[in-house]
Every structure is written in structure tokens, then in C-alpha cells.
């Protein structure tokens, strides 16, 4: 299945990056892209109810035919992971309740497929999106540009699939 609109996703439960790419033959096409964020005053099942409406207006808005994200790894901190987890978790199961695939990369996944280097930091990213897709001046945080990151090695690994 070769996605022609793609819902990215940099998973997490403070801030949850979010983008929807369009591909184009020529240069594939940012159509949105935000942090959705939620308090620390909230319990982590309120913060997964904040992100899933946001994540659902987005799948009703753009219906998008998939959704990419990052494969999860383990941070230095259990209780983040797990909390990473179940929102990855909620993700799924919204992509699955829309009819569409997920398909998951690695963080080395995304860093060869936009820098052609898997240890890449993530200035060395950020420098590197604007010559793979148009990005208007808006200052965006690194959640944001991980999930365009995201959204572009989703577009590229998925280009040749029919």
C-alpha cells in the first residue's frame, strides 16, 4: 500500500508531534503541522483523552490513508517509556478504528532516511527539512519536526509500493 496522505506522529504524552504530508512527484507537501501539549497537572489517562481528540480531528479533517510514527525505544526513565507506550497504544488503536495501516520506524530509520546518516543529532534533521520539503518560517519545537521527519521517511520507504 503506497499512502498518498500521511498523518506522522513523534509520540509522547507532554507533547505529541503531529503532521499531515501530501505526496507530490515533484516535492512532497506539509499540509499542517503542531505539538499538541497537555499538563502535568493531568493524569496520564486525561492527557491521552486531551491527545485523542486532537489526533481524531485530524484523521476526520484530512483523512489521511495511514499513520507513521517512531518505533518506540527505551528513554533512561520506566514510568516515561510506559506513559510513550500508551499513547503509541492509542494511536494504533485510532488508526485501526479509521481503516488505516501504521507503519513504524526506528529513530535510525529516520535520521539515513533525511541526513543519509543514522547517528545524527537533531539540528542535523532540522537543517535538513527544508530542502526535502517546503516549510513556511513558523518556529516549530522538535516534537513537531520529528513527526515531519517522520512523515517524509514514510513517504520516501513507501514511494516505489503500489
Given at each position: 500500500?503506497?499512502?498518498?496522505?500521511?498523518?506522522?506522529?513523534?509520540?509522547?504524552?507532554?507533547?505529541?508531534?503531529?503532521?499531515?504530508?501530501?505526496?507530490?512527484?515533484?516535492?512532497?507537501?506539509?499540509?499542517?503541522?503542531?505539538?499538541?501539549?497537555?499538563?502535568?497537572?493531568?493524569?496520564?489517562?486525561?492527557?491521552?483523552?486531551?491527545?485523542?481528540?486532537?489526533?481524531?480531528?485530524?484523521?476526520?479533517?484530512?483523512?489521511?490513508?495511514?499513520?507513521?510514527?517512531?518505533?518506540?525505544?527505551?528513554?533512561?526513565?520506566?514510568?516515561?517509556?510506559?506513559?510513550?507506550?500508551?499513547?503509541?497504544?492509542?494511536?494504533?488503536?485510532?488508526?485501526?478504528?479509521?481503516?488505516?495501516p501504521?507503519?513504524?520506524?526506528?529513530?535510525?530509520?529516520?535520521?539515513?532516511?533525511?541526513?543519509?546518516?543514522?547517528?545524527?543529532?537533531?539540528?542535523a534533521?532540522?537543517?535538513?527539512?527544508?530542502?526535502?520539503?517546503?516549510?513556511?518560517?513558523?518556529?516549530?519545537?522538535?516534537?513537531?519536526?520529528?513527526?515531519?521527519?517522520?512523515?517524509?521517511?514514510?513517504?520516501?520507504s513507501?514511494?516505489?509500493?503500489?
Open positions: 500500500m503506497r499512502p498518498e496522505l500521511v498523518l506522522a506522529v513523534d509520540p509522547g504524552y507532554e507533547r505529541l508531534g503531529l503532521a499531515i504530508l501530501k505526496r507530490n512527484p515533484k516535492k512532497d507537501v506539509l499540509l499542517i503541522s503542531l505539538c499538541a501539549r497537555t499538563s502535568k497537572e493531568l493524569t496520564l489517562p486525561e492527557r491521552i483523552g486531551i491527545l485523542s481528540k486532537e489526533v481524531v480531528q485530524l484523521l476526520n479533517e484530512h483523512k489521511p490513508d495511514a499513520l507513521a510514527m517512531e518505533r518506540i525505544y527505551f528513554s533512561k526513565s520506566r514510568s516515561t517509556a510506559m506513559g510513550v507506550a500508551e499513547v503509541r497504544g492509542m494511536l494504533e488503536t485510532l488508526a485501526a478504528q479509521h481503516g488505516i501504521v507503519f513504524q520506524y526506528s529513530p535510525q530509520e529516520v535520521k539515513i532516511a533525511i541526513t543519509g546518516y543514522g547517528a545524527s543529532d537533531k539540528k534533521i532540522a537543517s535538513m527539512l527544508p530542502s526535502l520539503i517546503e516549510l513556511s518560517a513558523k518556529k516549530r519545537l522538535d516534537d513537531e519536526l520529528d513527526a515531519i521527519a517522520v512523515g517524509i521517511t514514510c513517504l520516501a513507501t514511494r516505489l509500493l503500489t
